[in-house]
């Protein structure tokens, strides 16, 4: 991740993840569903860190330490709160001011179950902030406004944030909608926090009536544009699909703007932490999981899934190839069709072409792989590794039991199991002698009353 260079202020983000999601329709809670192989909450931590944010204050709801303990593992150094009862966002914000008042120059709010804000867009609230503006909302122009709340402006400046269903017709023909990021003046911002009041039906502290209490503090109130894409919040599985969308589509164009080749860019689906090298060829319908590198001039061909997996500068994979986590496929390595790698390092050159698997293992540069070979490395309570050294040949249809070694050079004649190390530029071979009776065919045929039945 890079960080983007900022003014020199200190940036506070409190993020609210206290939301429980029940149009998810899950036992999970909402902000830990994922977008590219990352939750939702991990997507917002990243973006606020990548633009500069110093301190990051997460608001979770009672009880919910799956939600506390994402948040640990994708930002180790952010504080947690509680937000203990539901009264609204000012008042889940105002969960984190012990965060608050230790004197940060800007404050952002944002909100974990809106994960597609990119850095960039975080940095130019804070350049309103560093402008002088006492508050700055981040809103949006969406083709069809209806829903959202309102940014109405007045001599340029933010005048009030207005809910759809407390709009007046003139107030809903205005097309500027307000995504429900904001950034606040730290020096004043527990102050404008703590003027909200809950003079409203349901009795709760809104976040949006921060615009009013400004302005009548004299503070300038701006707006920031966004793309309608990169604020969609998120509150059900169908959105959840259109976020996916979104971001699958950043990450194609990313891959292919510097120098992959995706032959059917919409079939090609990414996880967050994907890296691509140039010159990459990609066909029609891969799947990379988390973890995975492709370096230069590699190939994966089509219908194949990688996760955990690192391909090295002008190897292949697939089609229908299955790169499992461990999966180390050296420069130049041939990994064919029916294949799966797992926990494994493959030698530069090394080739592993049809129908075999390969699992807890080291194979050295220039090995063959014959087709329907396997490494038996599960006895059904512990995992061993087969090592093959370098230059060796594997015939077809040969299981390899680990622990076991094969030694450089040396050949697996077809059909072996291999049970025992073999030595470097031996020939080791495991077969029931081949019996032959004469004429038996025709007995048999005889017996049976003339040629097979077609069933």
Request: hydrophobic share 45%; net charge neutral; glycine share 12%.
């Amino acid at each position: 991740m890079t960080t983007i260079s900022t003014p020199s202020r200190r940036c506070l983000a409190v993020i609210l993840a206290a939301g429980e999601g029940t149009r998810m329709r899950s036992t999970r809670p909402k902000v830990l569903h994922e977008v590219g192989g990352r939750s939702m909450l991990a997507h917002v931590l990243a973006s606020v860190a990548a633009a500069g944010a110093e301190g990051i204050s997460i608001v979770v709801g009672p009880g919910r330490e799956d939600v506390a303990a994402e948040a640990r593992r994708a930002a180790p150094g952010a504080e947690l709160f509680v937000q203990s009862e539901r009264l609204g966002t000012a008042h889940a914000v105002l969960a984190a001011r012990a965060a608050i008042v230790n004197g940060y120059d800007d404050v952002l709010v944002l909100f974990g179950d809106t994960p597609l804000v990119l850095p960039e867009t975080i940095q130019r609230l804070r350049a309103a902030l560093a402008d002088g503006a006492g508050l700055a909302a981040l809103g949006f122009e969406p083709a069809d406004p209806t829903g959202y709340g309102r940014l109405l402006m007045q001599d340029g400046e933010l005048a009030a944030i207005r809910e759809h269903k407390d709009a007046s017709p003139e107030e809903r023909a205005v097309g500027l909608c307000n995504s429900g990021l904001m950034a606040l003046d730290g020096r004043r911002a527990l102050s404008l926090l703590e003027s909200i009041g809950r003079d409203n039906v349901q009795r709760e502290y809104y976040l949006t009536d921060a615009v009013a209490v400004a302005r009548s503090a004299g503070l300038r109130t701006q707006v920031v544009l966004a793309s309608p894409d990169e604020v969609l919040g998120v509150n059900d599985r169908i959105q959840l699909a259109a976020a996916e969308a979104i971001f699958q589509s950043r990450m194609r164009r990313t891959a292919m703007e510097n120098g992959a080749t995706l032959t059917a860019p919409d079939t090609v689906f990414f996880s967050h932490d994907t890296r691509v090298g140039r010159d990459v060829l990609i066909e029609p319908n891969v799947v990379f999981g988390p973890g995975c590198s492709v370096a230069d001039g590699a190939t994966i061909h089509a219908f194949s899934h990688l996760e955990g997996a690192t391909v090295g500068s002008g190897a292949t994979a697939g089609p229908f190839a299955r790169l499992r986590p461990g999966a180390d496929l050296g420069a130049n390595v041939k990994v064919g069709n029916f294949v799966e790698i797992k926990a494994s390092r493959i030698g530069a050159g090394a080739k592993v072409s049809h129908l075999s698997y390969i699992g807890d293992a080291t194979l050295g540069e220039g090995v063959n792989i014959g087709a329907g070979t396997i490494t038996c490395n599960y006895d059904g309570f512990n995992k061993a590794r087969t090592e093959i050294g370098a230059n060796a040949f594997i015939g077809s249809n040969s299981s390899l039991v680990a622990p076991v070694r094969i030694g450089e050079g040396a050949f697996v004649g077809s059909g072996t199991v291999v049970t025992r190390d073999v030595a470097p530029d031996a020939l080791a071979l495991a077969r029931t002698p081949q019996v032959e009776k004469p004429a038996w065919a025709q007995r048999f045929r005889r017996m049976n009353g003339g040629k097979p039945k077609v069933r």
